[in-house]
């Protein structure tokens, strides 16, 4: 063969340049596509608890969950406290025998109060909490007002909806102003000395949404 023309030897030069080129354009390509994913994302930092777990119902009960959190977060977990969740509220039976001012006392160390039991889910929900046969006291007294039930949240048991007496309660003895989630009476309420020791129910946070009437009148709950 005869030596290469330096025609041919030009176009050779060009096939190459070609090649070249051709290179660094599917390069260039493949690196637009890369930047256009941006970055690699970094994972989410798992959230630290109480970030609820469980489903949530209703609009009111999520807010309340939004509010409670904001306002705890950072500072204190009920959930390594011994709490349960329930609805983005905070429910623990504490299985130590108190007076109820004492086991209020206890409640609101813990930025909380006495359970509010004001709707029959929420009720039943402390119920199950309760292992055993012990008597609980809730969130219910008329210590202020004798005839007028109120829950530890400032609702009057009467503009609810819900309650759940033991038969002929709550008795009209003086002095039975505190109540209790009573065992031998499948822990439904009664009325008893606020003085007993018993176990009680804490809860954290704004509680079930119970529709009760924060301006009902005074009558007897
Ligand atoms: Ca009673």
């Known amino acids: 063969m005869a030596c290469p023309s330096p025609l041919d030897k030009i176009e050779r030069l060009k096939a190459k340049i070609d090649a070249v080129f051709l290179k660094v354009n599917r390069t260039s390509g493949k690196l637009k596509e890369q930047g256009g994913k941006g970055f690699p ?41 011994g709490y349960t969740e329930r609805g983005g509220s905070f429910y623990k039976v504490f299985r130590t025998r108190k007076n109820y001012t004492s086991a209020q006392q206890t409640c609101e160390a813990d930025g909380g109060h006495l359970a509010v039991a004001n709707t029959e889910a929420i009720n039943n929900f402390i119920v199950q909490q309760i292992s055993g046969r012990n008597d609980s006291w809730i969130g219910l007294n008329n210590k202020n007002s ?3 039930w109120m829950w530890a949240d400032g609702t009057r048991l009467a503009g609810c909806a819900f309650s759940n007496w033991a038969p002929k309660q709550p008795s009209m003895n003086q002095g039975q102003k505190c109540v209790q989630m009573w065992s031998s009476r499948r822990y439904k309420w009664d009325n008893t000395l606020c003085h007993r020791l018993k176990y009680f129910t804490c809860q954290i946070g704004p509680g079930e949404d119970s529709n009760c009437d924060k301006n009902a009148g005074r009558r007897s709950g």
């Open 41 to 81: 994302q970094i994972p989410d930092v798992p959230q630290p608890s109480p970030t609820p777990t469980t489903s949530i119902e209703d609009v009111n009960v999520t807010q309340g969950k939004t509010e409670f959190q904001t306002s705890t977060q950072g500072y204190w977990n009920p959930s390594t406290a």
């Open 146 to 148: 004798e005839g007028t």
